[in-house]
T-cell receptor, first 115, second 108 residues
């Protein structure tokens, strides 16, 4: 299994500013995933963070807006840059520990409100 | 194309009634399917996986390869079952595809 600590759990930010979300896993994992979740709605994959290489972004998401760091196998950050009210959402960190244990584990989420 | 489809965004049933949350998938290989659940103010977590063939909290899901479906069922819904449910497909390489989710509301 994997235990994920994600912080902050929530924040209210001014438009035009940036917020960095941290995700810490209690074991080494190859990939870490960042999702956006509108309350009560679908999960949208933002990007996949690999250690030692640039993150892979999904269609509609770009590095300038959502820069990601992955300094080691247990930690990643997602920054939401130059925020606007449209960025208000829940951001989730997730991992799948391995190809044997294929269950996905999630952080508790970061509820972001941009005013 | 790899895809998971949950046709219902919202499902509302009365307590004690049967419930079925639909899930269909598209995948060329041998599918590995899951149901995840998110209760209010809790993190998203695994409910069950098809490989285990187990019943969790009274829920079961059977993989039907002919119909490419993995519907989640419970014979008698309880109020505490109210939550957001996601069907998911593991596609290898540590990656998972999620359906759009179905919100289940069980009325007293």
């Amino acid at each position: 299994s994997a235990v994920i600590s994600q912080k902050p759990s929530r924040d209210i930010c001014q438009r035009g500013t940036s917020l960095t979300i941290q995700c810490q896993v209690d074991s080494q994992v190859t990939m870490m995933f960042w999702y956006r979740q509108q309350p009560g709605q679908s999960l949208t994959l933002i990007a996949t963070a690999n250690q030692g290489s640039e993150a892979t972004y999904e269609s509609g998401f770009v590095i300038d807006k959502f820069p990601i760091s992955r300094p080691n196998l247990t930690f990643s950050t997602l920054t939401v840059s130059n925020m606007s009210p449209e960025d208000s959402s829940i951001y989730l960190c997730s991992v799948v520990p391995g190809d044997v244990n294929t269950e996905a584990f999630f952080g508790q989420g970061t509820r972001l409100t941009v005013v | 194309a790899q895809r998971v489809t949950q046709p219902e965004k919202l499902l509302s049933v009365f307590k004690g009634a049967p419930v079925e949350l639909k899930c269909n998938y598209s995948y060329s290989g041998s599918p590995e399917l899951f149901w995840y659940v998110q209760y209010s103010r809790q993190r998203l977590q695994l409910l069950l996986r098809h490989i285990s063939r187990e019943s969790i909290k009274g829920f079961t899901a059977d993989l039907n390869k002919g119909e490419t479906s993995f519907h989640l069922k419970k014979p008698f819904a309880q109020e505490e079952d109210s939550a957001m449910y996601y069907c998911a497909l593991y596609t290898g390489g540590f990656k998972t595809i999620f359906g759009a989710g179905t919100r289940l509301f069980v009325k007293a």
